[in-house]
């Protein structure tokens, strides 16, 4: 089954402590992106891939770390999490050149 | 300031009879736009989306209608189903650059009772 995978789907942590959160995807897509949701705000770009070892940042990427090693994973990481990135986030991907994007289940992050 | 505006929060229709769900953009600059749906506790799910270039994109039960000089769209569900009860989210694809970067707007929550 074609899907967008992201773990875990919900996590509660403290200030400071590094986390990663795993998104993978088994369509053979070229690009991956991130989003964070927040209401009154929407859904925001937070780092994008256009294909291995080529990432650059969306609208809001401080605090944020990604890396595109292998095609299939694109991992979020908070070195240093704080209050203000708790949020639900989307991890998506596509084919190079396509309009539509496809999402995973979404994880929700709590940082106390 | 948001570029994809759905001014309406929610909307409630009965079983069998027409949704109307409409976005407005600012930006002359988007060429492409697409309808998400989503359920609590999943992601957003590609729904149907239209071109620029088009003023009308039919799939079924879902036709998208774009007025480019209004700068509007509508996403029309006949007739409604229980099942279509969701978050549906209107988003935009600038024509410039190689990020395709949506731009969302805020959603609109569809409750179809039975």
């Known amino acids: 089954e074609a899907q967008v995978t992201q773990n875990p789907r919900y996590l509660i942590t403290v200030t400071g402590k590094k986390l990663t959160v795993t998104c993978s995807q088994n369509m053979n897509h070229e690009y991956m992106s991130w989003y964070r949701q927040d209401p009154g705000l929407g859904l925001r770009q937070i780092y994008y891939s256009m294909n291995v070892e080529v990432t650059d940042k969306g609208d809001v990427p401080e605090g944020y770390k990604v890396s595109r090693k292998e095609k299939r994973n694109f991992p979020l990481i908070l070195e240093s999490p704080s209050p203000n990135q708790t949020s639900l986030y989307f991890c998506?991907?596509?084919?190079?050149?396509?309009?539509?994007?496809?999402f995973g289940p979404g994880t929700r992050l709590t940082v106390l | 300031d948001q570029q994809v505006k759905q001014n309406s929060p929610s909307l409630s229709v009965q079983e069998g009879r027409i949704s109307i769900l409409n976005c407005d953009y600012t930006n002359s600059m988007f060429d492409y736009f697409l309808w998400y749906k989503k359920y609590p506790a999943e992601g957003p799910t590609f729904l149907i989306s239209i071109s620029s270039i088009k003023d009308k994109n039919e799939d079924g039960r879902f036709t998208v209608f774009l007025n480019k000089s209004a700068k509007h769209l509508s996403l029309h569900i006949v007739p409604s189903q229980p099942g279509d009860s969701a978050v549906y989210f209107c988003a935009a694809l600038p024509n410039a650059g190689n990020n395709r970067k949506l731009i969302w707007g805020l959603g609109t929550s569809l409750a179809v009772n039975p």
């Open positions: 998506a991907s596509s084919l190079a050149g396509s309009d539509t994007q496809y």
